[in-house]
């Protein structure tokens, strides 16, 4: 099991940038899948980006171009950093985590429902 937390968060003006983190407490994320989630009010958590144990890396359409996702192994932590940022990415943010014994389809195939570990959450707002 990995606690993660995430970390960044806050509230911006349209065409800005943040930079979220997540801090693993115990593992290293060489031997995991992760992703970066988010949920706006009302609506279903979405994924919005993944990095697998290789270091390969899946955006959502709708964020490819503005956010990149990446991990820092030695320091045990997962960024996203968001550019751009725009009203609809207004949304809590979370970082997960899944085991990941082989990379490829068990990371980008991989459903909300089969990563196991999440952080707490960090809000982003952004304001038109």
């Known amino acids: 099991q990995v606690q993660l937390v995430e970390s960044g968060g806050g509230s911006v003006q349209a065409g800005g940038s943040l930079r979220l983190s997540c801090a693993a407490s115990?593992?290293?994320?060489?031997?995991?899948?992760m992703g970066w989630f988010r949920q706006a009010a009302g609506k279903e958590r979405e994924g919005v980006a993944r990095?697998?144990?290789?270091?390969?890396?899946t955006y959502a359409d709708s964020v490819k171009g503005r956010f990149t996702i990446s991990k820092d192994n030695a320091k045990n932590t997962l960024y996203l950093q968001m550019n751009n940022l725009k009203p609809e990415d207004t949304a809590m943010y979370y970082c997960?985590?899944?085991?990941?014994?082989?990379?490829?389809?068990?990371?980008?195939?991989?459903?909300?429902?089969?990563?196991?570990?999440w952080g707490q959450g960090t809000q982003v707002t952004v304001s038109s």
């Open positions: 997960a985590a899944r085991v990941s014994l082989l990379s490829g389809v068990y990371c980008y195939g991989a459903r909300v429902t089969d990563f196991h570990d």
């Open positions: 115990k593992y290293t994320y060489s031997n995991y899948c």
């Open positions: 990095i697998d144990r290789d270091g390969s890396t």
